[in-house]
């Protein structure tokens, strides 16, 4: 091996550390979700000190994450940490709520155990909405790190700037994509293979609105690709499978390909 690459390397091996390492960040992320769902835990928290001890644990464990991020000064990590704690109890309501949107909208699940215990569509959208909240906050880099840890996990990829309403629901999810800027209303049931995506990528565009909106109580088949930032699905719509979509359609309607692959729109 050539003596340029040994030096390559030992230039970014001495690049200081500007984030912590993937052990703490998996660390904090499954100890959170564990002290939230016990159904992802064998370990019950059985008294209020017990859970009170175990939450400020975490909190410790979060704190010492920013503190370790190389663009977090100690007083905005430290007021960060405040704030993101005191939105638990919101985050744990709406993974609740998206929980029992996914029971409902499955036929083949049996109770609420076992969406949170088994489900990817409930495990990254849990991640999601502790990521979106961390967002808000400015806090950089962690937001990204915790949905493409959830990205890995269940080939599930939604932004963390992305606005989701309450009782979300994705079924299957195996290669649902919902982009950076993507807005999505209430009630929403999406299936695997969806993309609420781009219509360019162009860096320019970076801080415009570039992905769908999809309105409230609307229901997206699998494989159906919807595309570009002025595009808006009319609430209570049902988008059919493998549809392809870069306009809007009205609300109340049905989209789906006929038997010679001629696009219909027609009201529901």
């Not at 950089?140 to 840890?149: D, G, K, M, S, V």
């Not at 195996?174 to 993507?182: F, L, N, S």
């Amino acid at each position: 091996m050539k003596k340029s690459f040994f030096d390559k390397i030992h230039k970014a091996h001495n690049v200081p550390k500007a984030l912590p390492g993937e052990k703490e960040i998996d660390q904090f992320i499954v100890r959170l979700l564990q002290f939230l769902f016990p159904e992802l835990n064998n370990i019950r928290f059985k008294t209020e000190s017990e859970i009170q001890e175990e939450f400020a644990a975490i909190q410790q464990l979060f704190e010492d994450l920013l503190l370790k991020t190389e663009a977090c000064e100690k007083s905005f990590a430290l007021s960060s940490c405040q704030l993101f704690f005191s939105e638990l109890e919101n985050i744990y309501d709406l993974c609740i709520e998206d929980a029992d949107a996914i029971l409902s909208g499955d036929p083949a699940a049996i109770d609420r155990k076992e969406v949170i215990r088994t489900y990817p569509g409930f495990f990254a959208i849990a991640i999601y909405r502790i990521a979106h909240v961390m967002l808000g906050l400015d806090i950089p880099y962690l937001p990204r790190i915790f949905t493409e840890y959830a990205h890995v996990r269940t080939s599930i990829d939604i932004h963390p700037k992305a606005k989701i309403g309450r009782k979300f629901c994705i079924d299957h999810g195996t290669g649902v994509v919902v982009g950076e800027t993507c807005i999505i209303g209430s009630n929403v049931k999406v299936y695997q293979g969806v993309t609420l995506g781009a219509m360019s990528v162009r860096k320019e565009m970076a801080l415009t609105k570039r992905h769908p909106t999809i309105g409230d109580n609307v229901v997206i088949y699998a494989g159906a690709t919807i595309l570009g930032g002025r595009t808006v699905i009319g609430a209570n719509s049902i988008i059919g499978g493998n549809v392809w979509l870069t306009e809007s359609v009205a609300p109340n309607s049905r989209v789906y390909y006929a038997h010679d692959s001629q696009l219909i729109k027609a009201s529901v």
